[in-house]
């Protein structure tokens, strides 16, 4: 008796796994046409901006920002067509050590307080593949503006299983001079070179 109902056991759990692997699988795709067009914002919950340099060759320092915002007016017919802003505050770099953060929101860097606000306007978008996309924009960053291309990949776009309302993940690596926005200092000991990276899922705005 024991044995059949362990049996019974096993196969509704495996009957419960292969069901939601299904649903899952129906309702995520990497086509952005499965969710409708219009306003996208991030969610805070789920959204990392990082920037990564050399540091003498010795290592290579991982830093984030804490208050940012992301937003997409897509497209979904057409991505090429879609617009992209980030906005970030310098002041809420996240570095691991209070002296750092003073250090580099100071006028000598950041300079956060003549300069609150970091910025990346998309221009052009280009399709590079089924899901992949060189979003070229403006970045600003202490009234200095530079273009920046950024390499962008469609994670996914569903239905959210929690929320039941549209959302898009996305990934995005870009490459930039810091030179080109007044913080070239002590470079080349410290790479001048920094990789931007930002990972974010985008809810659909009601």
Request: hydrophobic residues 40%; aromatic residues 6%; negative net charge.
């Amino acid at each position: 008796m024991a044995i059949l109902k362990n049996l019974a056991k096993t196969t509704a759990i495996g009957t419960l796994v292969v069901a939601a692997s299904g649903v899952f699988n129906l309702v995520s795709a990497t086509d952005l046409s499965v969710v409708p067009s219009g306003s996208y914002t991030v969610d805070p919950t789920h959204a990392f901006i990082t920037f990564q340099y050399s540091h003498l060759g010795l290592s290579h320092p991982t830093l984030s920002f804490d208050d940012f915002t992301v937003d997409l007016n897509l497209d979904s017919d057409d991505a090429t067509k879609s617009m992209i802003l980030v906005s970030i505050d310098p002041a809420s770099i996240l570095t691991g050590s209070p002296i750092f953060k003073e250090h580099l929101t100071g006028e000598d860097w950041f300079d956060v307080v003549n300069n609150p606000e970091i910025v990346f306007q998309s221009t052009t978008i280009e399709a590079t593949g089924e899901s992949t996309y060189t979003v070229n924009g403006d970045l600003t960053i202490k009234g200095e503006s530079k273009p920046v291309a950024l390499n962008v990949t469609v994670n996914a776009a569903m239905n959210h299983p929690i929320t039941g309302k549209p959302v898009v993940g996305i990934d995005a690596t870009g490459e930039l001079l810091r030179s080109d926005f007044g913080l070239g200092k002590l470079a080349p000991n410290v790479s001048d070179e920094v990789t931007l990276s930002i990972s974010a899922e985008l809810n659909k705005v009601q």
